[in-house]
């Protein structure tokens, strides 16, 4: 088989078709998931032992291969021919090799493009604070982050540096100076890179995903110390993101990042993207603003009581997640059907429709 060829092939399909993801499986045929929905190319073969290595050696560099085979596991990048750009990951399922690409517009689509809310760029205009984009893996997270970043890029001169692991969307230098650093390829790993970026005259930084208390700790402390900070976390919503960030220090030094996440934490953004009546996804999202009232529940371990907050203070500009959810009912863009599956409080959504 010629893999290069062959990948080149898959890859038009994947645009052709709108699809988000590429699976390549031994004992499967390639697989691409369009609209949320896996759809197996069954026209092509199912692949075997020597495709998936094939596959492999052409969509990464021999270093990362031999890394792979050492770790059981990689994350890459792979850009192909200037169109289009894949977030990668390989590893191992029953001593079988599978590759999963999850594919990057390269141009990055403005808020109002991806019908978010347009509060954010209030945030991203923001010049200090910690800002967190969450929700389960696949559900838009980066790409919200990366039209952030950019609406920075196209309106100010700032000195904004990523780390990520891979790299995924690629700016292009405007008014502002983007440092794009890869784990594993531009710094040894979150915490090494994180300590040394604030001596890098940063204004804005992007940290790929918060990883351990060491990564959140350095983070936090960014922004407490003038810089304006976004990352991700694989959490549900707002007040279980908190949880998990505080959660997730030994207990002696929780009322320290407490204390440091209540002075520093600017918002909480969820989203999920739920199937569109008319065909393709839309996003539907719940939005923590950090005031004052909110900034008391954490410092008082009232985190729990942070839902209410959000539900009750829409003329604040926060978005609670149900009430984004039945507004989208409302106006015919999805199904109740799909609205419940995707509510964090089924009974309370079925009191707003």
């Known amino acids: ?17 709108g699809a988000s993801d590429l699976h ?16 197996p190319l069954v026209k092509k073969p199912a692949l075997k032992r020597e495709d998936t290595e ?17 770790n059981q596991e990689l994350d890459f990048s792979y ?13 191992f399922q029953q001593a079988h090799i599978s590759i999963a690409l999850r594919f990057v517009p390269k141009v990055i689509k403005t808020l109002q493009e991806l019908k978010l809310p347009q509060t954010l760029s209030d945030f991203a205009r923001r010049k200090q604070g910690f800002f967190l984009v969450v929700g389960p893996v696949g559900q838009g997270k980066t790409t919200t982050l990366a039209s952030m970043v950019e609406l920075i890029n196209e309106e100010r001169a700032e000195h904004i540096v990523t780390i990520e692991d891979p790299i995924e969307y690629i700016y292009d230098q405007k008014k502002s100076i983007i440092d794009q650093r890869e784990v594993h390829t531009d710094t040894k790993d979150f915490a090494g890179a994180l300590q040394s970026v604030l001596r890098e005259d940063v204004n804005v930084l992007l940290v790929g995903e918060m990883r351990g208390p060491e990564t959140m700790s350095a983070a936090v402390t ?11 976390l694989h959490t549900n919503n707002a007040a279980q993101t908190i949880d998990r960030i505080i959660d997730s220090f030994p207990a002696g030094q929780q009322d320290q990042i407490r204390i440091q996440l209540a002075g520093s934490l600017i918002g909480v953004f969820s989203q999920r993207l739920v199937p569109r009546i008319s065909g393709g996804q839309i996003p539907a999202y719940e939005l923590l603003i950090v005031n004052s009232a909110v900034e008391n529940l954490i410092r008082e371990k009232r985190i729990h009581e942070i839902d209410t907050v959000i539900e009750t203070s829409s003329g604040e500009g926060m978005i609670d997640m149900n009430r984004c959810l039945a507004d989208l009912v409302r106006a015919g863009e999805i199904t109740i059907e799909n609205a419940y599956k995707y509510a964090f409080n089924p009974k309370t959504l079925e009191r707003m429709i």
């Open 79 to 91: 850009n192909y021919k200037e169109k289009a750009r894949f977030r990668g990951n390989a590893y």
């Open 222 to 232: 960014a922004a407490e110390t003038g810089h304006l900070v976004f990352s991700t």
């Open 54 to 70: 094939g596959f492999l050696s052409i969509l990464t560099t021999k270093e990362n291969k031999d890394r792979f085979f050492v």
């Open 24 to 39: 390549l499986s031994e004992g499967r045929s390639p697989t691409i998931r369009v609209n949320g929905n896996l759809i």
């Open 1 to 17: 088989m010629d893999y290069q060829k062959e990948i080149e092939e898959l890859i038009e399909t994947v645009m052709r078709e």
